[in-house]
């Protein structure tokens, strides 16, 4: 059983739309965050949200925690060839737990 | 300053077999996590360090095991490898545990077993 699900798995659309991908969980995790991994890299970190109902803002990128804190969305406005790649959502749900990751969503933008 | 260091980047074995992969983490970071990473079950946590000592373990096989030195190096090791671990394994430092600590990722090792 995945603890994170993320939707949708696969999701390519042309340059300049708008998209939104989920992270959901039927457990309340004390943080969640969202990382980019490009081909032959590492995770990179994007944004940790840690209350309920927060809404982060990255450039064009809007990360939002679900009031109950056990789901996430994020959010892209005018998608960029450079967005392409697999957005994962990770979280704990307390602070010494281990972190338990989503599949993710591949994302591939158009030009 | 420097980032998270893995070696080797790629890696080929024959079933049976074991293997050691080294992670560096970024200087003054003294917790280290490994993953799992693979198409099919994507990133799985393997089990992390702090300050020498195992502080999480994830639901492996006792055949992985890892260790880490008191300058914060790491090692994993995988005995009696099986086709089925292979896969990209990533490192992470963090100055501390928790999970709202930021992790840095090494770009991984890719261990293919034949």
């Known amino acids: 059983t995945q603890l994170l699900e993320q939707s949708p798995q696969f999701l390519s659309i042309q340059e300049g739309e708008n998209l939104t991908v989920y992270c959901n969980s039927s457990s309340v995790f004390s943080s969640l965050q969202w990382y980019r991994q490009e081909p032959g890299e590492g995770p990179v970190l994007l944004v940790t949200v840690v209350t309920g109902g927060e809404v982060k803002k990255l450039k064009r990128l809007t990360f939002q925690f679900g009031d109950a804190r056990k789901d996430s969305s994020l959010h892209i406005t005018a998608a960029q060839p450079g967005d392409t790649g697999l957005y994962l959502c990770?979280?704990?749900?307390?602070?010494?737990?281990?972190?338990?990751f989503g599949k993710g969503t591949r994302l591939h933008i158009l030009p | 300053k420097a980032g998270v260091t893995q070696t080797p980047r790629y890696l080929i074995k024959t079933r049976g077999q074991q293997v050691t992969l080294s992670c560096s983490p970024i200087?003054?970071?003294?917790?280290v996590s490994w993953y799992q990473q693979t198409p099919g079950q994507g990133l799985q946590f393997l089990f992390e360090y702090f300050s020498e000592t195992q502080r999480n373990k994830g639901n492996f096989p006792g055949r992985f095991s890892g260790r880490q030195f008191s300058n914060s190096r790491s090692e994993m090791n995988v005995s009696t490898l099986e086709l089925g671990d292979s896969a990209l394994y990533l490192c992470?430092?963090?100055?501390?545990?928790?999970?709202?600590?930021?992790?840095?990722f090494g770009p991984g090792t890719r261990l293919t077993v034949l």
């Open positions: 200087s003054g970071h003294r917790s």
């Open positions: 992470a430092s963090s100055l501390s545990q928790g999970v709202t600590d930021t992790q840095y």
């Open positions: 990770a979280g704990g749900k307390s602070r010494d737990d281990k972190i338990i």
